[in-house]
């Protein structure tokens, strides 16, 4: 019967699923940035920093892809960032461009996880990928709500949202320009196919 059925489906161009434990991962499994979203339908400032964070995104998702052990522990030199540092910091700065989006504080002494780098990459996709979004939503010309907020034992420090262009942001731009010199140096460049002006993989 099996035998049967799925030589009709074949014969009438039709497909079974199938559930196989190796099975490829679909778009929806994929982490953000691969390519870069559509853009927004208008200009204002919220749309043009959510296009700079998403900027952001596809630059650091193919610094870090296929990054190995040598990559991570590379350093130019001896009291210099290894590649694996930078991108704890890189987390860092995604994490407050995310805070200051969804206007909640940055707690100091910051918390540091214990995470692999495979999960450090993952949730500073996720975090920049989560501002654009809010960005995206709020679709308005008044970003004087965003605050930079650092909090220390109950105090907070309040900074306008031009500080988050200036700092975290162009920082996080800054460094994840650094991961693509640092794994040249380290034998493992940037995927020659990664083209940074259209947002996409060229075929």
Same mark, same amino acid.
């Given at each position: 019967m099996k035998i049967f059925l799925l030589t009709t489906c074949i014969c009438l161009g039709l497909t079974l699923p199938l559930k196989a434990s190796n099975s490829l991962p679909t778009m929806t499994d994929t982490l953000p940035y691969y390519q870069i979203p559509e853009a927004p339908q208008v200009y204002n400032a919220s749309t043009v920093v959510a296009r700079t964070i998403d900027g952001l995104g596809f630059r650091y998702?193919?610094?870090?892809?296929?990054?190995? #052990?040598?990559?991570?522990?590379? *350093?130019?030199?001896?009291? #210099? *960032?290894?590649?694996?540092?930078?991108?704890?910091?890189?987390?860092?700065?995604?994490?407050?461009? #995310?805070?200051?989006?969804?206007?909640?504080? =940055?707690? *100091?002494?910051?918390?540091?996880?214990?995470?692999?780098?495979?999960?450090? *990459?993952?949730?500073?996709?996720?975090?920049?990928?989560?501002?654009?979004?809010?960005?995206?939503?709020?679709?308005? =010309?008044?970003? =004087?709500?965003?605050?930079?907020?650092?909090?220390?034992?109950?105090?907070?420090?309040?900074?306008?949202?031009?500080?988050?262009? =200036?700092?975290?942001l162009a920082d996080a731009l800054w460094h994840t320009g650094q991961i693509v010199a640092f794994r040249r140096a380290s034998g493992n460049p940037l995927n020659p196919k990664v083209n940074v002006f259209r947002g996409t993989l060229m075929n």
């Open positions: 998702y193919w610094a870090t892809e296929g990054l190995r #052990a040598e990559d991570l522990a590379y *350093r130019t030199v001896a009291n #210099a *960032r290894t590649t694996g540092e930078t991108i704890d910091h890189i987390l860092g700065l995604a994490e407050a461009i #995310a805070n200051a989006v969804h206007k909640k504080p =940055n707690i *100091r002494p910051r918390e540091v996880m214990d995470m692999t780098f495979e999960q450090k *990459r993952e949730k500073t996709l996720i975090l920049l990928k989560q501002a654009s979004d809010q960005l995206r939503a709020f679709n308005q =010309n008044d970003m =004087n709500e965003f605050d930079v907020i650092f909090e220390r034992n109950e105090q907070q420090a309040r900074f306008s949202f031009w500080h988050l262009l =200036n700092g975290q």
